[in-house]
């Protein structure tokens, strides 16, 4: 046997001869490293996740016209959004504004693609339906209220084309339409419709773009797609964009205060678990160095032990943590957690750390047992 | 030549002197008891002697080296290098074979080598109990580990703390035997003993009173 194998040989039967004892520990380690790989994988694939969730909030990104166009070409604009990943790019619809007369009163109408829009803004609030049939409009719901119109009333809007002829509609209310927001003093129709109606087919003043990813994803992207395509400027809508940035930066530091306190909470149970463990065998301490031991090779011994425990309950709680991060994120976000591969890897080497480091207290009170105590009988 | 040599050696303690001016030699060889009652300073005498701890004056020579000045880390070199310890309670490590507690001493000198610790096993007639753990041995048996793991590295001096004060008359026999073949092999040992039968078999008996050597008894 060599001194390699005597040394894996002690600590390995100290420790199993303190199964029970040694078990706290190992939990308190093994739900230590769970937490932290569990709420490291979940924070980092909460952009991904959240990034869904959030898209809930409408369009954060925009095509606006290049320069000083009024209008751009849907074709550029689909051409630009080549450039966004399929599987982010959650949707993207062109609005094209318009005024209109209803009964001598003037109105925004608002041209739009309702398949469309119902993924850039799941936000709207539609009392009614969706305008599906030729000449269905959507009332804003300030407007509703104060022209009384109610789905299925019916009325004549007319308007001024783009080769400046004048343009007559009977159209038919289908829903109202309620979102808080400016959606509220629109008149909204089917884009095909509005083209029909006012002409120059193919034309957007703006194109909203729903895209799943993080702030600086979306800052790359805007830059590449401003660099590269024409007749689009393309922006993000800065309060959804800072919104999300702010509610993941504080989800993260809530995520790493817990880590800090679970790994605080295991190290006291690790050093608390080693300190006794130092206390039962001062006899044995004393023993080692009445027999030659200095205080390096007790202090290894101890670390060793410590570390062997780190790596026993790093893996366990590995396996423990990729389960919890596996069910929150099936659970909250109705998806599997993406972890990398090191990462269980680095929480088998964290609990290592974090056991060698709970292991200092107790390895400074077993080098300070006297040989001599062997000799007293104590 | 003298293995051990204490020369006015004192260790105090506040005002209570646990051993005082001291002075005694053990020749290469000697097989040297250590009596007294309890209180008189025959531990205090023995850590010392151990290298486990340090006199508040005087100078004890080991192997002709000056060991009373020398740190822990020193000390500890010494015990290790020249020192083999037995002790009453025979202090085995519980998870540790007996072949194991003897190689732990091997481990904390060199290297280990489990031939060597079987032969040491052997000497001591534990050969077909090698692989057995502590609690599966007999107390006599347990004290013959504790014996084989003290001569493992060769100590110049022996130094065993009431050796048999836990083993009935006839472990104690098979124990006394040992350290007789020992002596006869050149050993230098150290016996502190409250069994005049034990300090009897030795060449000379120290006796210790309140601290101070009160007299030395030839027993040849």
Redesign the interface.
């Known amino acids: 046997?060599?001194?390699r194998?005597?040394?894996f040989?002690?600590i390995a039967?100290?420790i199993?001869?303190r199964k029970s004892r040694v078990t706290v520990a190992l939990l308190a380690v093994a739900l230590g490293a769970a937490v932290l790989l569990g709420l490291s994988a979940i924070s980092r694939d909460i952009p991904r996740q959240m990034g869904r969730e959030f898209r809930n909030y409408g369009a954060n990104m925009v095509f606006a016209p290049a320069g000083d166009n009024a209008k751009l070409e849907i074709r550029d604009a689909n051409r630009a959004a080549a450039a966004i990943p399929a599987d982010s790019l959650i949707g993207m619809t062109p609005y094209r504004y318009e005024t209109a007369r209803i009964n001598m009163q003037g109105y925004d109408i608002v041209g739009v693609d309702f398949a469309r829009a119902r993924k850039t803004s799941p936000f709207w609030r539609v009392d009614g339906k969706y305008p599906e049939a030729e000449n269905e409009i959507l009332l804003g719901a300030d407007i509703a209220d104060f022209t009384q119109l109610a789905p299925g009333a019916e009325m004549s809007m007319t308007g001024r084309a783009g080769d400046g002829s004048r343009y007559r509609g009977d159209m038919k209310v289908s829903g109202i339409v309620r979102t808080g927001g400016v959606e509220d003093g629109f008149i909204f129709l089917r884009l095909d419709d509005l083209e029909r109606l006012a002409g120059n087919p193919g034309t957007a003043d703006i194109v909203e773009l729903s895209v799943a990813a993080g702030t600086d994803e979306l800052n790359a992207l805007v830059s590449r797609i401003g660099g590269d395509a024409s007749g689009i400027t393309p922006k993000l809508v800065r309060r959804v964009t800072q919104s999300e940035t702010t509610a993941l930066s504080k989800l993260r530091s809530l995520i790493l205060l817990v880590s800090a306190v679970v790994l605080a909470l295991t190290m006291i149970c690790v050093a608390t678990t080693m300190m006794t463990v130092v206390m039962e065998r001062r006899?044995?301490i004393g023993?080692?160095?009445?027999?030659?031991?200095?205080?390096g090779?007790i202090s290894m011994e101890f670390i060793g032990e410590g570390v062997l425990l780190g790596a026993a309950g790093g893996a366990l709680g590995s396996v423990l943590g990729y389960f919890m991060s596996e069910a929150v994120s099936v659970n909250v976000f109705g998806r599997s957690i993406a972890m990398p591969w090191y990462f269980p890897a680095l929480a088998v080497l964290a609990s290592v750390a974090v056991t060698a480091v709970a292991c200092l207290p107790p390895v400074r009170r077993a080098t300070q047992v006297?040989?001599?105590l062997?000799?007293?009988?104590e | 030549m003298d293995i051990l040599k204490l020369a006015n050696v004192s260790k105090i303690y506040g005002s209570v002197k646990a051993l005082y001016e001291a002075n005694m030699s053990v020749a290469g060889g000697e097989w040297l008891a250590i009596m007294g009652p309890s209180g008189s300073g025959k531990?205090t005498m023995?850590?010392i002697i151990?290298c486990?701890?340090r006199p508040t004056s005087g100078s004890v020579l080991l192997d002709g080296t000056d060991v009373s000045g020398l740190s822990a880390?020193e000390l500890?070199?010494i015990?290790?290098?020249k020192i083999g310890?037995i002790?009453?309670?025979f202090?085995l490590?519980?998870?540790?074979t007996a072949v194991?507690n003897v190689?732990?001493?091997q481990?904390?000198?060199s290297?280990?080598d489990?031939g060597e610790a079987l032969r040491a096993l052997a000497r001591v007639g534990l050969e077909d109990r090698a692989g057995h753990l502590p609690r599966q041995l007999s107390g006599g048996e347990q004290q013959r580990v504790c014996i084989a793991?003290a001569l493992i590295n060769y100590p110049k001096l022996i130094l065993a703390?009431e050796p048999t004060g836990n083993l009935d008359e006839t472990n104690e026999g098979i124990v006394i035997d040992i350290f007789r073949r020992l002596h006869g092999e050149g050993s230098s040992i150290i016996v502190v003993t409250h069994d005049p039968e034990v300090a009897e078999v030795t060449d000379r008996t120290v006796f210790l009173e309140h601290g101070r050597i009160a007299k030395t008894v030839s027993n040849r």
């Open positions: 046997m060599t001194n194998r005597m040394y040989k002690m039967s100290s199993l001869r006899k044995e023993l080692k160095k009445a027999l030659g031991a200095d205080n090779g006297e040989p001599a062997v000799l007293r009988g | 531990t023995m850590n151990g486990m701890d880390p500890t070199h015990r290790r290098d310890l002790f009453q309670q202090h490590i519980s998870y540790l194991e190689m732990v001493a481990y904390y000198h290297m280990t489990e793991r703390d």
